[in-house]
């Protein structure tokens, strides 16, 4: 699934493409995402010009002219950009097609991700409303996640993928994160010291800003908005490394299921 480095680094190569142009029609060829693309998206947006892509959490939120597209990648969801022309390839469901001769085209085989429309203000929609901080806001610090892990019974791997507790720290970087900061990805929330948290708080940013940087994490079929990988995979410390060698202390990496995701952690550096 991208996670907020993903979505963050196909926010930057639409903003930069398509700020400013304006829409010229959209092609819906399957409307049956994770919920159906409402029939209004073909006509309302011809006209409308693009003023603005900004992301909240994983959501991409593209400003038009009269409200707001508001854009999920799901599981395997992607967006790029591309002449309007190009060769169609399977699970194209979507294209928003711009007078400048750009498309817009959105991919997604499980189909799992959306595509909404809303004239409401766009935070107080019912899938944002919600959300807790940004991670790299100033806001997300360790005093702020140690105070609302005060009265939690979670362990902490869950707790920092809990969106309601702070937004786009996917299961990739979670794992890379408490690898980072020496925390068992079991550990009780409520048993971690404030100075835990603020290491903690500090390496979830570090490692999130890093991975924007190198485009994301590729590990199947992931591409930014122009088509190419991301780079993330190569500086991985834990991930998908189960069975290998700690880098930190020679120990086997171990692997186990925490709330029905992979995780992977060094015995020995997490405690």
Same mark, same amino acid.
């Given at each position: ?24 029609? +959209?092609? +819906? ?6 919920? @159906? ?12 010009? *693009? ?20 854009? /999920? ?10 002449? /309007? ?5 399977? /699970? ?5 097609? !711009? ?11 499980? &189909?799992?991700?959306? *595509? ?16 807790? @901080? ?9 005093? #702020? ?8 019974? +979670? +362990? ?16 990739? $970087? ?7 900061? &020496?925390?068992? @990805? ?10 835990? $948290? ?23 079929? !992931?591409?930014? %908005? %122009?088509?190419? @990988?991301?780079? !993330? ?5 834990? #991930? ?23 995780? #992977? ?7």
């Amino acid at each position: 699934m991208p996670e907020l480095p993903e979505v963050e680094t196909i926010k930057r190569g639409i903003a930069s493409n398509l700020e400013g142009e304006t829409i010229k029609s +959209v092609i +819906v060829r399957n409307k049956k995402l994770r919920w @159906p693309i409402p029939d209004i998206l073909s006509t309302i947006l011809p006209n409308q010009s *693009i003023i603005s892509v900004q992301r909240r959490g994983k959501y991409l939120l593209c400003e038009c002219t009269k409200g707001h597209i508001l854009i /999920h990648l799901g599981m395997s969801g992607n967006l790029q950009i591309m002449p /309007h022309d190009t060769e169609l390839k399977k /699970h194209d469901h979507v294209d928003i097609i !711009f007078t400048n001769g750009l498309c817009l085209r959105y991919n997604d085989p499980r &189909r799992f991700g959306c *595509i909404l429309w809303t004239e409401e203000p766009i935070l107080e929609h019912k899938l944002l409303a919600n959300l807790g @901080p940004e991670p790299l806001a100033e806001t997300f610090n360790g005093k #702020y996640l140690y105070d609302r892990a005060k009265k939690r019974r +979670v +362990v902490v791997k869950n707790f920092i993928m809990d969106s309601h507790v702070v937004v786009g720290v996917g299961n990739i $970087y979670a794992n890379e994160a408490l690898f980072a900061a &020496r925390i068992h @990805p079991e550990r009780a929330v409520n048993k971690i010291s404030l100075v835990e $948290y603020k290491r903690l708080a500090e390496v979830i940013k570090r490692i999130l800003q890093v991975a924007i940087k190198m485009g994301g994490t590729t590990l199947r079929d !992931f591409t930014d %908005s %122009s088509g190419k @990988p991301g780079y !993330f995979k190569q500086v991985l410390q834990v #991930y998908g490394k189960a069975g290998k060698i700690c880098e930190q202390c020679g120990t086997i990496i171990h692997t186990k299921k925490i709330g029905q995701r992979a995780t #992977y952690y060094c015995p020995i550096c997490q405690r």
